[in-house]
């Protein structure tokens, strides 16, 4: 156990102690194996409600590269690949999971981990007006994340922007929701479970960085891509033997709002910590408001700091600077940040 | 909740006591991500001692499937396939997970689960001497299970005589595990894993059937297979975030072994169970001495153990009669089976 | 050169002289690529009037592991499979190719080369009637070879069972016609070119093996596995950048009837070896009318006849048997087959 | 047949006389199948002998994309991905095919088609300092093609420091030779075949564009690299039946310098056309010498051109020009680039 405070991710911790004590309070208990159990029918009927419609198709995953590479071959033919921001975390940090499955990830310029509609459009424009168009891959996909891999958020705009841009050319929009509590709850943020789940095709909440010890809930809005779901689930490994657990852990974090109460927690300290970079004059990579702060710090104060407390490395800026992250997550306790705070001002 | 007794599958309930116990103590530390904990270092060195090999690598990943496809992926290249009993779980009960990674499973016929080394070599021998070799795919990997699908075991001397064939002809052999401690502590069972981890090339302990939440522990031997596994679990989506809660586990189970005691309770309650039916004169599908119990029952007689029990429906034998599966685990308790066993004398 | 006579397949020559004369006359013709020249299109009229049907889609490609592969890809999604006889192609011959790409071959028990509806049937119910579909491949697919790798040929009765049985399931059914032509001629076949076109989804007619130096053409008659096909031929590696040399290959042999003409002249010689080997009382080990003789031979009869001749060695029979393969072909010479036979006379 | 005459591409016509005649000449003879003929291996000794290395290992491939995915699926593990310039063929123009293998193409920036050896060990030594380095795709092959895409070439130096980089850090050089013959005649070129030999683990000399009816010859110089390869050629759908094709073309190709020769009479052709083009004033998209010419024309101007003449359209530049490419090859006519000369006077 590190003797530093971590603060380089949102996964240091194990799950709210609410799911914890549900996990001990239904041990013995029997229950069906796969996700059969009453635990996922609960969540999964919690989930539907959160996102206002009751013919969603909800399963459980265990981690989100697996979620990732398991919707997007669900919903691929071969040649046909799918469109995302070049920071993407299909493009970038998966280890190729996408590609292992066949598929071609066509990363599109962007500097805030967000894409646009019209680039989208000129993508897809772009290839059935080529000559050579059989001989490229086909795009049929849209991957976003939301919040970000850069902490940005889409507004309501541009999710609608997008869901239209992809209704007009028979592309899915899928967005990765592995921070999705942070992102709702943050301050700028417009856009609720409701509309998500209206205007994407699929899309999944994150467990595992918003208070869970692991799991991710797909949500399946488009008829086409509900069928035989549960055999890719499988095939890619995701399908767990004692699949309560998954469901409990959902109905948990859907019960009584904890998953935006426990993400408002987080923001909440995000927002302190930002204030004292901000009153430092660091720069911001990109600004957000969501759990992840990226900021451009001078190498000896990134020195400094690193005695104490542990960041992300994101990478050199200059001679002199780096950028790097600092997150906070529904377990961050409060006098971590007063500390950090502390030594920032030091600085 | 079922309010029927399950006895179907050895999953069904959450793990033992002391894992959650442990999960709980340490829920609010923070540790780093992805295996590179303290707890799964702990428990990697403590499965290197129980093996009797320091050399040895060891990981942790989630489910079975996930850990099949990812150890013979990395072992094979796209043109070779891995030989295993047409029943091996890999051939059956995947998805085609093995395929999905481009690799064939070659089927050898066996009728208890099993595949011989004899039957190994005149596989590869045939591949070797065929004209065509080149048109066919090349064996280079053997996979077994044990316990087998079938609940049967090897031999010590079955596991040298296969170690010895794929010596002989380079192949990798590996050994799943998903109930290795069932089969370690059977009446009948002259193999440790000392044995297991020097003639194998790589096996897995399973921890989700056996006192575990999920997790299996993948043991790897020969220096081929060890280099840039990590990259393999992350690609094919096995690298836990909270990496620390599979090691957790598995320090648990291999403390003070823990692993064996419990699996001994369930192979105590199997015998009992199996006396049971082999009084009324039961024949089996298989006869083995683990915790899975083929038997063959009348249609009549299942329907009426099925009113209060739940078993796993195996095949249909004759008009009458139909093979099914009863299993005991570590969670299971002394009051059910004797429930059970109560039932079956009254048939 | 050999010096022996080679009859051990039916690719041994170049291609038929009308085609060869065709290269030769329009070599310097200047056609766009990639299959949209006037060879092409005119062959693809002939072969669409050959089979009585104006909507089918054909494409050509050059070989035959490469047409199953790109058809199968098309048409099965990453969790689905194909059946087939255990002895076809695709699951023999082709070093996994078909699981290159991610599908498993589900391989049915056959004798003879063929499978029937009623084992179509009874994998399809199996599995969508077992408790674990979702954990096992689904089939999708139904691949047949006619005629078969052991030569022998569908009846039409067959056939339409098979279609049959595919419709009620929604399975695909796919004819590899890698050697159609020596079916369609031969003396006990009772099926058209117009019937296939009407009984399967999608078949080829082989070009390779009956009078073209390389070529199938692929056939699809269901919609559904028309859309998009040529991107899977490109991603595959099948799209010839001269696709006229295929074009016209087709074009030719669907003129004036020299597809089935040069097949005649492949059975009527066949015919002739087959007397004179049953003259001998050499049992077959498939009996069958087409193009490929199945004998079973005393080895020391099989190293008299290999003093002149190449035969294919199928495999050993018995102490002192073994089962031999000998081909005609469009290019087999009479006199090369009356050597052979005064050869067989005097063993 | 187009009425116009074609410039678009290099692949319009059928192959150089002699092949032709060879095939003729050759047509009824009895050989072998699947390349192990006497035809395949003369030519391969001749490549040997042009390429200076009695050690190589030589296979005939019938296309390029075949080609490209069958030696990158050899030479890559799963988690393994290949470098090359965003415009490389494999990156653009294969429809994913390397994907659908499961690798990941890693495209660097680009303006003349070409990368740097710089660029390389920026990317790899990026890749190993990354703290999350299993995540991300490895880099283990460098892909180049030589000309490239934009008909630019490498000169002997910068092949020289992408050897040595590559030989730093273990990574497979392998040079797409689709139009190989025009670079190695082309004016400014310094690089022979015994270089490209020493200094590339594998690469492949075309001949679909140079002479041939179709057809690669790969050359595999890295041990490593030579194991098992027919097996991946099998899988790929790339061993064709009557190999002989391939090898009696090659042969002829490499006999009496015919490949250079024809190489040579392109590029003069592309030369006078370059010429014509220069004195009109018009800028090139990217400068280059061999027989791919990117020049960059008012649109008025090419729908002039375009009433007689096929090119091939690139993009757009701006709203009155655009890039396009005209192609001599070793079947252009003068008498047709005086057409088109006479025609650009016009302008």
Redesign the interface.
Known sequence: ??KK??FQ?D?????H?KI?ER??A?????????GE??YCMSAAEKIRDACGNPDLAVHFL?????TN??VI??AL???Q?VLCAVSGHIN??????V???????L?LPSEDGKITAAQVEAAYVGHIND??F?????PKMVYISNPTELGTIYSKAELIALSEVCQKYGLYLFMDGARLGYGLVAPDNDLTLVDIARLCDVFYIGG??VGA??GEAVVIANEELKK?F?????????????GR?LGLQFDTLFTENLYYEISKGAIALAEKLRAAFEEKGYPYLVPNRTNQIFVILPDADLEKLGEQFEY??DHRVDEGHSAVRFCTSW?TREENVDALIACIKEL
Do not use: W
């Open positions: 156990m590190s405070i971590l991710c996964y240091t911790e194990g799950a102690p914890l996990l001990f239904t041990n013995m208990e029997q229950t069906r194996g796969y159990d009453i265990v981690g989100g590269t697996q590479v398991t071959d669900s033919r071969s040649y690949g970038v940090h998966e280890t190729g999971a590609e292992s499955c066949g598929h071609k990830v990363g000559g050579s059989e001989h490229m891959v086909q595992t960085k010890l692991f035989d549960r055999y890719f689930i499988k095939q890619k490994g995701g399908m767990l033997a004692k657990l992300s490395y377990a």
